[in-house]
């Protein structure tokens, strides 16, 4: 008997470990993951929440969830505590476990979200890697009220795999992320080196050509060039620098300051209580401060701008406002340009909030709220 559920255990930690190991997207690859322990160990139902350092969750990956709990999209798995997120956040859960009853299956019966498949407890199991913790692994059968030690060994077997393949999956996206930021760099420095020393060329020889003919025709031909070859030089400086910022390296306030003298806008900022951001945030207020940097200059009608990014520790604010043309806008209706609703796209992928307040002649605020 022994002999038999030691090889099941070999089973089921070959052929995880085979798929974490092929895995390169978090949530695919967790889902596969865990819909695999779930077929071979002949139990009904699992998830796993991440949880960072603040206590936040997130539902990353299920299977075969009871319909009590696929309740409005899932909605008590992705919202309100429960013991077991609560232990984990506290230190108190750092090996696999039973947990005597499962909170939001509890609450689901009471308010009578549907059916829970007899399903009232389930095992709970850290992700681990190291001295790195990223979340739980939870695993439950119906009219299952107890997992055996043997069964707990296992699963936190399983765990220990999961929690490699998670600092793997994250390590290399951050290795693709300094890939591209590396790219950028590439990029950046060949159209200085070559498009933009082209243009200058063009420029001052379409001056010199103006110079050296009395002909009008002439020397408002020259001229048109030159002027074109101006214009292009300033989108050309423009998307160098939306590829490589300069003074990013000093924080992302003096990169816009930087970026918005660049564009002939006087930046009048304000920073509060704001230390080192993570790069994805970083990255995401950079792209939309360029965006209402631009704006600004083309629609406005002014040539200065208020910049204020503040920090509570939990969220960082930033808001950008213009005291120019301004435009009709209504929060109920669809947002009315293609920038704007990029902006919006990038906030949301962060999960934080985007507000656009104008009016004609009195200006555009643009807040954005992201946890962190």
């Known amino acids: 008997m022994r002999k038999k559920s030691f090889l099941l255990e070999l089973q089921v930690l070959k052929e995880i470990a085979e798929i974490l190991n092929e895995g390169t997207d978090l949530h695919s690859t967790l889902d596969c993951a865990l819909a695999k322990l779930i077929q071979i160990t002949g139990l009904e139902t699992g998830w796993i929440f991440l949880i960072d350092k603040n206590g936040s969750y997130e539902l990353v990956a299920s299977h075969e969830l009871p319909p009590a709990l696929t309740n409005e999209e899932v909605k008590p798995m992705c919202c309100g505590d429960c013991w077991c997120v609560s232990k984990y956040v506290q230190g108190r859960l750092n090996k696999a476990s039973n947990i005597m009853e499962c909170k939001r299956l509890e609450e689901s019966v009471i308010h009578n979200w549907g059916d829970t498949n007899g399903v009232t407890h389930h095992a709970t199991v850290p992700l681990q890697a190291g001295e790195e913790s990223f979340g739980l692994l939870n695993v439950a059968a119906s009219n299952k009220l107890q997992f055996d030690q043997e069964e707990l060994d296992l699963l936190g ?138 704006n600004c200059r083309k629609h406005s009608g002014q040539t200065e701008i208020y910049l204020q990014l503040s920090s509570n520790g939990k969220n960082i604010k930033m808001v950008v406002e213009d005291r120019g043309a301004g435009f009709v806008y209504l929060e109920n209706v669809s947002i009315p340009t293609l920038g704007l609703k990029s902006m919006r796209e990038r906030i949301e992928v962060l999960e934080g909030s985007f507000i656009v307040e104008s009016e004609i002649n009195k200006g555009t605020k643009i807040i954005i709220n992201i946890p962190f």
């Open 157 to 294: 077997a399983v765990a220990l795999q999961i929690g490699t393949a998670i600092k793997r999956i994250q390590l290399t996206e951050k290795v693709k992320e300094i890939q591209v930021i590396e790219e950028r760099n590439r990029l950046a420095k060949d159209l200085h080196d070559s498009v933009s020393q082209l243009l200058f060329s063009i420029n001052v020889t379409a001056k010199a050509g103006g110079n050296v003919s009395d002909n009008k025709n002439v020397k408002d031909t020259f001229n048109h060039i030159q002027q074109i070859a101006q214009e292009a030089q300033a989108e050309m400086k423009a998307l160098i620098w939306q590829l490589r910022p300069q003074g990013i390296e000093k924080g992302i306030v003096s990169a816009l300051i930087n970026y918005g003298e660049m564009l002939g806008l006087k930046v009048h900022s304000q920073v509060k209580g704001v230390n080192v951001l993570p790069s994805k945030i970083e990255e995401t207020l950079w792209r939309i401060g360029q965006e209402a940097f631009n």
